[in-house]
């Protein structure tokens, strides 16, 4: 192409400017009320889902049922304690890998909304906020403690890092990113929430940062930031809804209206009944938001399982209510990957609004679920007899003090001359089982408030307390101080007792279990080891009815906690962690079965609270 003249050069500087503007546009944009993605007006349909809590050879399945349900968009947090265990040692592997998983989103059409945190609640023991920070005493997260920033902010660094070429201002996938998490229900430190701004900003996020909270006012001034768009969370009826984006429109004008969460769902408390929405009260919702051009993400989508010790709490006061490991959510998708009546009746909402010529995508062949027969599993080691090697404390510490973030924590005590007197643990955090020489003679429970006890001990007898990390809690004043073990002075009669030998006990690593045939002389904790066959393909729940209390393991996978007070009453098996013919399974019963314990698996999960 040829430029004579001066026309030509204006015509060659008008094009070279258009191209100019053209390469400058954003990839995905806040354009005043709306968003807009390659300058297009675009309203996300999001879904949540958590990449730690499906198994990675599941991520692809999952995304392609979201996908079929109808959304556009996939959100997740990131979990800051599962990515960083120890003070800067990171871990972005295998099912922690968020860069492959938000790579999968997008070769399955999916855009992507990142929660890094630091803070993301989630139902998430401490929130995300990983448990080494608790070995600082004084230490105070979600605040303007210089101890805390230089975590979050070396924490931030890293996860940009891993996503920085996704991020939408390089044209990839990952639309926007939110600073922290719902900080209106808990301070009113703008400053706090500026230099979470900062960070990561500095980081390197430099694309459209939002903030999310609870829709009352209140909530919106104390967790929002000037020129960040405010996103709303809530549930309930067309009402409420509505009621919701009007006062989120009182609070601030010319804005994109979108439901960051609405709760399509609920999450289960041990002791608590199985929480089910109604598929409509969900469907009436995204159907009217779609209607009036909002965007929204379902909360959840697909929840997944809180493997291990991921599981939190939550508190009001005294009362502590730990969550159940199964986070199935009554979502659209349940715990196995199954589409449900919600699932359905969304799907239906969305086709209703579908732009000329857009048609979702069929479902894809789903794993299914399998039965497994009864099996039994009759090798056995006492807990008291697989202790590792003890360090010597005059004070019964917290667990963080003695460097450990999960699991369990034994304090033992030897009486030479015997002991009969009132035993106050002080405070239990969460769960304890008391042995003398071996055997269980009483429980507390954090629950109820229980920390006292009448012991009775011969001279020479051996008191063990073992104590149960039950999941910190992820919401509310009482985060900051989530420490666990024993958190105050035990005495005996109304005296200090001091001079503890102190085991750690993680369970991160089982291969030191040196089991035996048969049952454990005394009845107190007791590891079982079984083995079970499979060979058709499937995921299945096992079934824990038979037990009381405690944690399972196969083929090396943490599942989780299972606990006779309901309302989970099995664990979710994936089929990826099952293999073709024999199969380990190890069993810690907290409550000492007093013989070989028989476990089958079902297709179907088992949620009942006993009356």
Aim: charged content about 20%; proline content about 7%.
């Amino acid at each position: 192409m040829q430029f004579k003249g001066m026309k030509g050069l204006a015509a060659l500087g008008m094009m070279m400017a258009a191209l100019g503007a053209q390469a400058a546009a954003p990839h995905f944009a806040v354009v005043n009320d709306h968003f807009e993605l390659d300058g297009k007006p675009y309203v996300i349909r999001a879904g949540e889902m958590h990449y730690a809590r499906i198994p990675r050879a599941f991520w692809r399945e999952r995304l392609q049922q979201v996908r079929a349900m109808g959304l556009n968009t996939i959100t997740t947090y990131v979990f800051w304690n599962l990515h960083e265990t120890e003070p800067g040692q990171f871990n972005f592997s295998g099912n922690l890998d968020l860069a492959a998983f938000i790579r999968t989103a997008r070769e399955e059409g999916l855009n992507v909304v990142l929660r890094p945190g630091p803070y993301v609640c989630a139902e998430l023991d401490f929130g995300g906020f990983p448990a080494s920070l608790l070995r600082t005493p004084g230490l105070r997260v979600r605040s303007m403690d210089p101890r805390f920033l230089a975590a979050s902010e070396r924490y931030l660094k890293r996860v940009a890092q891993e996503v920085a070429p996704l991020l939408s201002s390089r044209g990839g996938p990952v639309l926007m990113v939110q600073v922290e998490n719902e900080y209106g229900s808990y301070g009113d430190d703008h400053e706090y929430m500026a230099t979470i701004q900062k960070q990561m900003r500095e980081a390197g996020f430099d694309l459209p940062l939002f903030t999310s909270d609870g829709p009352d006012p209140t909530l919106l001034d104390r967790g929002t930031l000037p020129g960040i768009t405010p996103v709303v969370n809530f549930n309930g009826t067309l009402d409420e809804v509505k009621d919701a984006f009007a006062q989120l429109a009182a609070f601030r004008q010319n804005v994109p209206r979108m439901a960051g969460e609405y709760w399509a769902g609920w999450f289960d408390h041990w002791g608590s009944r199985h929480n089910q929405t109604s598929p409509k009260l969900a469907a009436d919702a995204v159907d009217w938001m779609l209607g009036q051009g909002i965007s929204f993400n379902l909360y959840m989508a697909h929840g997944g399982t809180s493997f291990g010790w991921q599981p939190g709490a939550n508190s009001q006061g005294t009362n502590y209510t730990p969550d159940t490991t199964s986070y199935d959510y009554d979502a659209a998708i349940d715990e196995a990957g199954r589409p449900t009546p919600k699932f359905y009746a969304i799907r239906a909402a969305i086709e209703r609004h579908l732009a000329p010529g857009e048609r979702l995508p069929d479902l894809p062949k789903q794993t299914p679920t399998i039965a497994v027969p009864r099996f039994t599993l009759d090798e056995s080691v006492a807990l008291v007899d697989a202790l590792p090697k003890p360090s010597t404390s005059h004070l019964a510490r917290n667990m963080e003090a003695y460097g450990q973030g999960y699991g369990f924590i034994v304090y033992r005590k030897r009486f030479t001359e015997g002991a009969s007197a009132k035993l106050d643990l002080g405070a239990v955090r969460d769960y304890a089982h008391l042995l003398a020489d071996g055997a269980t003679f009483a429980t507390m429970d954090r629950r109820r408030n229980e920390h006292e006890t009448t012991i009775d001990l011969k001279p020479g007898s051996t008191l063990d307390v073992v104590v149960e990390n039950m999941g910190r809690v992820n919401f509310g004043p009482l985060l900051p101080d989530e420490r666990k073990g024993l958190t105050r002075s035990v005495s005996l009669g109304g005296k200090p007792l001091v001079d503890w030998q102190v085991f750690n006990m993680p369970l991160d690593d089982l291969s030191g279990l040196r089991f035996e045939r048969g049952a454990p002389a005394k009845r107190g904790p007791t590891f079982w080891r079984g083995h079970f066959r499979t060979s058709a393909p499937g995921s299945t729940f096992l079934d824990m009815r038979a037990l009381g209390k405690g944690h399972v393991w196969v083929n090396g996978h943490h599942l989780g906690r299972y606990w006779r007070v309901g309302p989970q009453q099995s664990l979710f098996l994936p089929a990826p962690w099952l293999r073709n013919g024999d199969n380990e399974i190890v069993i810690l019963d907290l409550d000492g079965a007093p013989e070989a314990p028989s476990v089958q698996g079902l297709p179907d999960p088992v949620f009942a609270t006993p009356g």
